[in-house]
């Protein structure tokens, strides 16, 4: 049982550059979530799915697009990347979300990216 | 959008001093969780408190979520290196999907 898991662990790109991060759980989990976090700034939500075939944005969705592609994998891709998507991302995932409760995420180790 | 203060920002105490940690915001959260993040590692979730004054401890840790839901505090007795890491409240609202995240407290403890 891995868990949240994410690839790749590092990755360092050119301004203009395209990538792909890939997440997955073995939690069979309904909900999925794409986290940004900067010093100083906390967790910041991308995008999220509550379900299979749902997605939503979240806070900083601008330059980011998410793919749910079963109930397992829930990817988030940068198709121009800029400076200032230098961060690290965190994937997680949760049994459901409902409104006003908060079941327990499960975070990945994340993916550290730089772009240069 | 509901914001959450982390109190202090950073803490470097010596094994074995207590501390206190705050998570404070001018809005009701339906629930409240602490988190702790390691270096190089996703956040780790301690504790949920969802009643208002309710009191949770996990060894030596206690947690309290104040009377009216807007704020929280995490205090750790008889420190140790192992508690070293990135402490993070994260509330949700009353009717909302959203986890909102305190920007954290980082806390160091010599041994």
């Known amino acids: ?116 | 959008t509901q914001l959450l203060e982390q109190s202090p920002q950073f803490l470097s105490i010596q094994e074995g001093e207590n501390l206190t940690v705050y998570c404070n915001s001018s809005s009701v959260f339906s629930s409240l969780q602490w988190y702790r993040q390691e270096p190089g590692e996703g956040p780790v979730l301690l504790v949920t408190v969802v009643t208002g004054g309710e009191v949770k401890k996990l060894k030596r840790l206690t947690f309290q979520f104040g009377d009216a839901r807007k704020d929280s505090s995490l205090h750790i007795t008889a420190a140790q290196p192992g508690d070293t890491g990135l402490y993070l409240c994260a509330g949700t609202g009353a009717g909302s999907y959203q986890l909102t995240f305190g920007k954290g407290t980082k806390l160091s403890v010599i041994p």
């Open chain 1, 1 to 116: 049982n891995a868990g949240v898991t994410q690839t790749p662990k590092f990755q360092v790109l050119k301004t203009g550059q395209s990538m792909t991060l890939q997440c997955a759980q073995d939690m069979n989990h309904n909900s999925m979530y794409w986290y940004r976090q900067d010093p100083g700034m906390g967790l910041r939500l991308i995008y999220y799915s509550a379900s299979e075939g749902t997605t939503d944005k979240g806070e900083v969705p601008n330059g980011y697009n998410v793919s749910r592609l079963n109930k397992r994998e829930f990817s988030l891709r940068l198709e121009s990347a800029a400076p200032s998507q230098t961060s690290v991302y965190f994937c997680a995932s949760s049994e459901d979300r409902w409104a006003g409760r908060t079941d327990t995420q499960y975070f990945g180790p994340g993916t550290r990216l730089t772009v240069l």
